[in-house]
């Protein structure tokens, strides 16, 4: 949803509050897409302090399922995330435009989901576990090893196969 900032950026010391509801339903990740599984209205509070300066808080409360690194099993990953953010409106727009942190304001508009998404994003986890231990999927048949076992071969190369490749070696030699 977009918000009007015009009336905010022109009257000193107006103040605003919105609830908010997250449109997007899933989260354009960089190894895929993420479902949101809990989206709660964004809580907006935005005030025009009087001193070129417009103050942006937001509460963020949404869960996504993001697959665990290892098993590929999704994984639910909360963001409850508090912004404070204050937008120096002493300046153009073209020059503000340029920044990242604001790259959810448009001319006087602010996009919620844009935000919300730029605050996702900087908030990932660096690593998604299902847990700590978890065994991951085997690289030979695909099965997983939290639930399955598997007969495959887990050695990095089977012994049998180093002795061939001594044979050939061994034939480059002569
Ligand atoms: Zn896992
Ligand atoms: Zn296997």
Redo the contacts with the bound molecule.
């Keep these: 949803m977009l918000i009007d900032l015009s009336e905010l950026l022109s009257t000193e010391h107006k103040k605003q509050e919105y609830k908010v509801p997250v449109e997007m339903d899933t989260f354009n990740g960089s190894n895929g897409e993420y479902k949101f599984v809990r989206k709660e209205p964004v809580e907006l509070y935005i005030e025009n302090t009087g001193n070129k300066d417009l103050l942006i808080k937001a509460s963020i409360h949404v869960s996504l399922n993001i697959p665990c690194d290892r098993c590929l099993e999704d994984v639910k990953n909360d963001f409850d995330i508090e912004v404070s953010k204050k937008l120096d409106i002493g300046k153009s727009f073209s020059e503000l435009e340029d920044r990242d942190e604001f790259s959810f304001i448009e001319g006087s508009e602010l996009d919620v989901d844009k935000m919300v998404y730029n605050e996702i994003l900087v908030n990932l986890p660096m690593k998604v576990l299902c847990s700590e231990n978890c065994k991951g999927?085997?690289?030979?048949?695909?099965?997983n090893?939290n639930t399955?076992?598997?007969?495959?071969d887990?050695t990095e190369l089977d012994p049998r196969m180093s002795k061939i490749l001594d044979v050939f070696n061994n034939f480059k030699e002569v």
């Design positions: 999927i085997c690289n030979r048949c695909g099965a090893l399955q076992t598997c007969d495959c887990k």
